[in-house]
């Protein structure tokens, strides 16, 4: 996706997001709404999420894991779960959900167990520092920012309500999930394709 820009001033709920989101990467976080810009996600941008998303549910078969990929509406309550009073909705690249009593309709009500986000130029500084803050605070056990252009993955991990010294790795060989066992990302087929 394009450039984040807020939207405006004001403090909007989900409630008033569904009123005015159409826009596949528009997310509101504490109240602030943030709208993407064109241009659309790059083709490299959209190999890496398809792939990623294509490895987690090829992987998941036959267990009670629901993988999801963007645009999904994950919302981040403080306290109520009501539309009215949740004022954080983000759609991550990819997210894997353990607990299927979070979803619903509108997708998902609580921290999923895994992220991916596929870095763009023009998202990087925006999920590497407002993204993660509120996943850190929503106490999403493991983030990864993959990074295509440089070939990393910095890998999250939460202990003890905050994300411990991250792990910066290459994109070669396979890399497993903690928050989820039984799954790893082969990134030598990924580059590969």
């Not at 609580?110 to 991916?116: E, H, L, M, N, S």
């Amino acid at each position: 996706m394009g450039l984040m820009r807020q939207r405006d001033l004001q403090h909007h709920t989900y409630a008033d997001y569904l009123t005015w989101s159409a826009t596949f990467g528009n997310e509101l976080i504490d109240g602030i709404a943030y709208v993407g810009e064109p241009p659309a996600p790059s083709r490299v941008h959209q190999e890496f999420v398809g792939e990623i998303y294509r490895q987690v549910t090829n992987s998941l078969q036959g267990r009670r894991a629901h993988p999801y990929v963007a645009p999904f509406d994950v919302r981040l309550p403080k306290h109520s779960g009501a539309d009215d009073q949740i004022d954080t909705v983000v759609q991550p690249d990819v997210v894997i959900v353990c607990d299927s009593h979070k979803l619903d309709d509108r997708g998902l009500n609580g921290a999923p167990d895994w992220v991916a986000e596929v870095l763009s130029p023009s998202t990087a500084a925006y999920d590497r520092t407002i993204k993660l803050a509120v996943y850190e605070r929503a106490r999403v056990p493991e983030v990864w920012l993959v990074d295509p252009i440089d070939r990393t993955v910095t890998i999250y991990r939460i202990t003890a309500g905050y994300y411990t010294r991250p792990v910066e790795l290459e994109l070669r060989g396979q890399t497993p999930l903690t928050a989820v066992p039984g799954i790893s990302i082969d990134w030598d087929h990924l580059l590969a394709t």
